[in-house]
């Protein structure tokens, strides 16, 4: 199974960012994926989550500004990012629990967000 993200870059504060994660390979169906993040010197945190049936659980951080958005036809996620903050910069991780022989959960590669002007 692959995690592949995808959308990040450089923006200034108050602009937004689209994200996107794909999960591919061979498995019988994704179950929740969720958007981690990783600032330095910082440990990895929760930003959503997202179930098979479209319920989402978001960070106090990013309420009201992120929103995410699932189709289940692609196994593919979306982080749209808005009014974003110099305190959002980091990398961005997609992770899918995924059903092979059993179900485990995979990590793509991460993705740069940096917010400065």
């Known amino acids: 199974v692959q995690v592949v993200e995808s959308g990040g870059g450089l923006v200034q504060p108050g602009g937004s960012l689209r994200l996107s994660c794909a999960a591919s390979?061979?498995?019988?169906?994704?179950?929740?994926m969720a958007w981690y993040r990783q600032a330095p010197g910082e440990q990895r945190e929760v930003v959503v989550t997202?179930?098979?049936?479209?319920?989402?659980t978001y960070g106090d951080s990013v309420k009201g500004r992120f929103t995410i958005s699932r189709d289940n036809a692609k196994n593919t996620i979306y982080l749209q990012m808005n009014n974003l903050k110099p305190e959002d910069t980091a990398v961005y991780y997609c992770?899918?629990?995924?059903?092979?022989?059993?179900?485990?959960?995979?990590w793509g590669q991460g993705t740069q967000v940096t917010v400065s002007s």
């Open positions: 997202i179930t098979i049936i479209g319920s989402t």
């Open positions: 390979g061979s498995m019988q169906s994704v179950d929740t």
């Open positions: 992770r899918a629990w995924a059903m092979t022989t059993s179900l485990n959960n995979y």
